[in-house]
Structure formats: structure tokens, C-alpha cells
T-cell receptor, first 113, second 113 residues
Framework: EAGVTQSPTHLIKTRGQQATLRCSPI?????VYWYQQALGLGLQFLLW???????NRGNFPPRFSGRQFPNYSSELNVNALELEDSALYLC????????????FGPGTRLLVL | SQQGEEDPQALSIQEGENATMNCSYK?????LQWYRQNSGRGLVHLIL?????REKHSGRLRVTLDTSKKSSSLLITASRAADTASYFC?????????????FGGGTRLMVKP
């Protein structure tokens, strides 16, 4: 069974640009979560999607947004990139919306210059 | 702020020794999970312990949970060089509006061969 996949593995952008990160959940999982792991700040919850709807978001500005497609894959968009957006962005998936183990992808490392 | 706080922040041991990491949290939880992360890559789920469980084993891993003290410990027995990684606890809080996991800052474990 394939795990959670993310693309690209690395992304380099300049300040002010937009970044799009993609995530494919484990087959059969309907929930997708996005986390940011910035240096020195630990893992911070960004967004949760389930059945195509945004269900919850963390304490991040509106320029962090995303969506979930009918096949349950997801995109995270970051607009007007700032230097401090440089981080590892991790996607996770789980089956359903009850408290469950979340399975993580390998992450996308975003560098903003 | 972090729900979970791990200690120690860093731990260095010799191969074959046991490693113990602790996690404290602030609010009531549904469950607590431990994850491993190798060098800035994705997180690997290790073990989930529910709030009504006190101890759980998986191979060389032993997790305890003390809800009265709001703390958990992860014990890795007979450590190997391959156990070198960062270890995070994550909690799914009772009043959680939506399945977000709250991670601690992690313990960086180095196992010397």
C-alpha cells in the first residue's frame, strides 16, 4: 500500500511569489492535514480537510489556503511568500474524522529567498 | 503554544543502552501518539496510547501514560544506531474542534555505535 506522497520535494521561491504544494493521501483516507515545521518552531497545525471541506485551520494568516479534490488529494497554496515561510511542509492523512493516527508524507521543503 | 513538551531536548547514549523520553501536556486528551522523524524528513508513527490506557508495548518500544500527571514516557530498549532521530509526542485534545494534533518540541536522540 502506497503511503502519503508529496510534491515537489524541494521548492525555491522568492519573496512575494506564490507556492503550491501537493499531497496525495493513502488510498481510502478521506482526511488530509497540513503542518508547518519551521526551524526552531516545531510542528504547527495549518489546515485540515475532510470530504472536500476545510474543517479547521491553525493560527496562520489567510495567505495560507488550500483545497481538497474529489479524489481526496490536496493542495496547499501560500501567497505573497515571506522569508519566514521557509520551512518543511508536512501533509498527513487519516481515515475518517474520528481521532485517528495520522500518517505523514515525506514533506516539501520550501525555501524563500 | 505547544501542548506537549518533551524532555530532554537532546539525549546521547551508547548502542545497547535504553533511552527514555518524557512528554508533558496541558489539557485533557483523547489519545497521545509518539512519532519519529529522521533528519528533517516525514514523521513515522510509532505508537498510539488512548486516555484509558496506562501502558503499551510495541517491539522495543514501551509507552506509559499518566493522565493524572498529564505526562507520558517513551522507552526504547536496547537502542541501535538506526534509532538516531527526533522523537515527538502529539496529543489530540478533548476539546479539539477538529482532529488537529498538537506536537511537542521533540527530543533529539543520538545513539552512538
Amino acid at each position: 500500500e502506497a503511503g502519503v506522497t508529496q510534491s515537489p520535494t524541494h521548492l525555491i521561491k522568492t519573496r512575494g511569489q506564490q507556492a503550491t504544494l501537493r499531497c496525495s493521501p493513502i488510498s481510502g483516507h478521506t482526511s488530509v492535514y497540513w503542518y508547518q515545521q519551521a526551524l526552531g518552531l516545531g510542528l504547527q497545525f495549518l489546515l485540515w480537510y475532510d470530504e472536500g471541506e476545510e474543517r479547521n485551520r491553525g493560527n496562520f494568516p489567510p495567505r495560507f489556503s488550500g483545497r481538497q479534490f474529489p479524489n481526496y488529494s490536496s493542495e496547499l497554496n501560500v501567497n505573497a511568500l515571506e522569508l519566514e515561510d521557509s520551512a518543511l511542509y508536512l501533509c498527513a492523512s487519516s481515515f475518517g474524522h474520528l481521532p485517528e493516527t495520522q500518517y505523514f508524507g515525506p514533506g516539501t521543503r520550501l525555501l524563500v529567498l | 503554544s505547544q501542548q506537549g513538551e518533551e524532555d530532554p531536548q537532546a539525549l546521547s547514549i551508547q548502542e545497547g543502552e535504553n533511552a527514555t523520553m518524557n512528554c508533558s501536556y496541558k489539557t485533557s486528551i483523547n489519545n497521545l501518539q509518539w512519532y519519529r522523524q529522521n533528519s528533517g524528513r516525514g514523521l513515522v508513527h510509532l505508537i498510539l496510547i488512548r486516555s484509558n490506557e496506562r501502558e503499551k508495548h510495541s517491539g522495543r518500544l514501551r509507552v506509559t501514560l499518566d493522565t493524572s500527571k498529564k505526562s507520558s514516557s517513551l522507552l526504547i530498549t536496547a537502542s541501535r544506531a538506526a534509532d538516531t532521530a527526533s522523537y515527538f509526542c502529539a496529543t489530540d485534545a478533548h476539546n479539539n474542534a477538529g482532529n488537529m494534533l498538537t506536537f511537542g518540541g521533540g527530543t533529539r536522540l543520538m545513539v552512538k555505535p
